[in-house]
Nanobody, 112 residues
Framework: VQLVESGGGLVQPGGSLTLSCVAS????????MNWYRQAPGKELELVAN????????IYPASTHGRFTVSRDKVKNMAYLSMRNLKPEDTAVYYC??????RGRGTQVTVSS
């Protein structure tokens, strides 16, 4: 049972980035999926949630309108598309299946 994130990196303020998460060892489409982030010295923060079928999503105010979560049940993958990035979006981003598994994360740094 594993989740592996990729796609992080350094991006300028106002830029865009898409993170990927590949699942293995379980039936990905059976589970709700979350994206979290954690900035240095701060608590883990939920940034997106998507239902099993991918037909409904939830975002907190901090990411609503800028982040888009999606999933591909055939490829066992999930994505987090981020636009209009801000320095305060700098964090390690994790994909997560509640009470099952969380990936090791991928670093996103927003800086000029």
């Amino acid at each position: 049972v594993q989740l592996v994130e990729s796609g992080g990196g350094l991006v300028q303020p106002g830029g865009s980035l898409t993170l990927s998460c590949v699942a293995s060892g379980f039936t990905f489409s059976d589970y709700v999926m979350n994206w979290y982030r954690q900035a240095p010295g701060k608590e883990l923060e939920l940034v997106a949630n998507i239902t099993r079928a991918g037909d409904n999503t939830i975002y907190p105010a901090s990411t609503h309108g800028r982040f888009t979560v999606s999933r591909d049940k055939v490829k066992n993958m999930a994505y987090l598309s981020m636009r209009n990035l801000k320095p305060e979006d700098t964090a390690v981003y994790y994909c997560d299946i509640p009470q099952l598994v969380r990936g090791r994360g991928t670093q996103v740094t927003v800086s000029s």
